[in-house]
């Protein structure tokens, strides 16, 4: 069976201050906070739709921050949907600092059984800079009581954040998995208007990685986690009208774990020493490959890599052969 989200996005709410890349108006595409009949109406709509394991997951602000009459309000609509066995489980997403034992106790009771933190960083210098009012210290300590209290775990982190480098990426995700979350959730930033990196864009105090860019860095990432056995549910943004129309800069792609799993091919062939060499791919990855418009193919003879492209439908789609 098939496991599905049943999304109910609180915008903002909850949040105790304005990170520098913030304007999850925009990120959600959706301004007015939902009710508990809005979230039963969210169920029952999916419910219809057979064949899917589904969990509720509250995203968009910091949920366990938001009024907590409300949040209980919410957690109410849903938890006869966990008791009756309908759904899997409710899953949220908040902030480090607004998790502790008295909130933890309560979620559980309400049938809370995933809990994702945004760590976004694990250096304390760049969560500065970007306004996040946590430190990394503050991570660990809510990933290590949400492991105590029997909730699945699972951490968000940004690249490309103001201040921040590749080798600092490379440290926040070695940090993430000594955490050992269930899942993780890398989002490249996105500058969006009206956000405090849109002004140091616009002052031209602030260079945001690129699609492509990002793709690199991210395909750096992904195979530490995957060999930590850490299971990568989400790579860069949802895609929507609302996020293309208001962004600046930044990682945003359409299809941005594309971009990451043609990276990643590339880089089988990057390992090598520059050269000639016949590559084996099935023929289901071929385009990812060669990348958008070729653009791998280019990249590869820019470095001096002349590759002869074989059909073999034996490999994997994520495995090259090499000759």
Known sequence: MKKGNISIFVPHA????????????TITGQQDEPTAQDVVNAVEKALRRKGFDYEIAFFGGSFTA???EYMLTLLGAAKPYVESKQVSGIRISTRPDCIDEEILSLLREYGVTSIELGAQSMDDGVLEANRRGHTAQDVVNAAELIKQYGFELGLQMMTGLYTDTEEKAIETAKKIIALKPETVRIYPTVVLKGTYLAELYLREEYTPLGPDDSAELCAKLVPMFENAGIKIIRLGLHSSEDIKKNMLAGGFHDSFGELVKSRLLVNQILEREPGDYKVFVNERSLSQLKGNKKSNIYLLMERGYNIN???????AVDELRIK
């Open 14 to 25: 909850g949040c105790p201050c304005e990170c520098s890349f913030c304007n999850q108006k």
């Open 66 to 68: 938001i009024d907590r």
């Open 309 to 315: 492209i074989i059909i073999d439908n034996s490999l």
